[in-house]
C-alpha cells in the first residue's frame, strides 16, 4: 500500500514539473504562465510603429467623407479595379458603381485621293458648293482625304453623306473615328479617415486614375439613387407586416 502511495507521489510531482515547465499546455489547457502569453509579445513585427492617436486624431479618422475612382475607361477597367479593392479587403458594400456613356463618333469623309491634283479638284468643288471640310487626320488607312461633317451615330452620317450625294458630291464614305466608350467610376459616399487613407495607400495600375473627392454630379448620383433604393424598400417593408 505504502508503495502505491509513494508511486502515485512521484507521478504527481512528474506531472506537476512537467506543467511548470509548459510542457503540458495544449495537454491540460491551462497555461503555466497564466493569460500573459509572451510568445505573442516575442512575435510582434516592428513594435515601435504602434502609436497611440490623440483625441483629436481619432475624431479625425471618424469623420465620413465622400471619395471616387475614376473615370474607369470601359467594362474591362471596372472590373480590375473591383479586384483589386476585393484583394485589399475592401467591401463591395461600400462603394457604388457609376455608369456613363460616351458616344460614338461618325464622319462623313471623301474617299482616299490617290494623287494631289484629283484632291486639288475635290477641294474646287466644295467651295463652289459652299461646303466647309477639313484635313482628315487620325485614319492612316484612309488619308489623305478630307472631313466634311462629324456625327454621334452612324446613322445620322450616311443621312449626311446621301444629302450631300444629292448635291451631286461623289465619293463619299462613313468612316468610325472613335467607338462608343463606357465610362465608370467607383464612389464611396461614407468613407471614413482609416479607409481614405487606405484606400489612397493601394498601388495598382488598376487604380492609376486615383482617388479624389467626389464631384457634385457623383454625389448628386449616389444620393439619388440612395433614395430610390430607400423609396423601392420601404413598401416591400410595410407590405411584410
Known sequence: MLRALLALLLILNALFFSWTRGWLDGVVGIRATGDR?????????????????????????QQRACVELGPLEGDAALLAAQNVLAGAGVPASEWQALHNEQAGVWAVTTTRFANKELQTRKEDVLKKAKIGYEPLSGVPAEMP????????????????????????IKALQVLQLQAPLKRHSLVFAQADGARRAQLRSLKSPALAAGFKNCNAAALAAVTSASAASATTAAPASSGGR
Open 37 to 61: 502569453e509572451p510568445q505573442r509579445l516575442a512575435a510582434q513585427q516592428t513594435p515601435e510603429r504602434i502609436e497611440l492617436l490623440s483625441a483629436q486624431a481619432a475624431k479625425a479618422l
Open 145 to 168: 482625304a478630307l472631313l466634311l461633317s462629324r456625327h454621334a451615330s452612324e446613322k445620322a452620317a450616311a443621312l449626311q453623306m446621301e444629302r450631300l450625294g444629292q448635291r451631286s
